[in-house]
């Protein structure tokens, strides 16, 4: 079936590192898009990293340089790299998908979440 598992989250210094898995069903991995939003208490979700269907990735600003989006394409996991981690980094990553094909528009795909804290 068509879905989406993370894991990873957990609590880091300023400065330091983790990274988030995103499990997704094969279908998926070969989606318009697979990537990750996140949001913290009282603030609006925002998009911190895509990947588009034929490689193509895509940041936020606050995040460029020092988040990086892989994956493991034989077990089906999308790796998001996060280093020199700072507190505005900590909230809820949700990894998500957009299952259409091509550009063509197909359905959102949201996985349950992982806590990110960054705390001195």
């Known amino acids: 079936q068509v879905q989406l598992v993370e894991s990873g989250g957990g609590v880091v210094r300023p400065g330091g590192s983790l990274t988030l898995s995103c499990a997704a069903s094969r279908s998926l991995m070969n989606a318009n898009s697979l990537g990750w939003y996140r949001q913290a208490p009282g603030k609006a979700r925002e998009e911190v990293a895509m990947r588009f269907q034929h490689g193509h990735t895509t940041y936020r600003d606050s995040v460029k340089g020092r988040f990086t989006i892989s994956r493991d394409t034989a077990k089906n996991i999308q790796y998001l790299q996060m280093k020199n981690l700072k507190i505005e980094d900590t909230g809820t990553y949700f990894c998500?998908?957009?299952?259409?094909?091509?550009?063509?528009?197909?359905?959102?795909?949201w996985g349950q979440g992982t806590q990110v804290t960054v705390s001195p």
């Open positions: 998500y998908s957009d299952s259409g094909r091509d550009g063509v528009r197909g359905y959102d795909y």
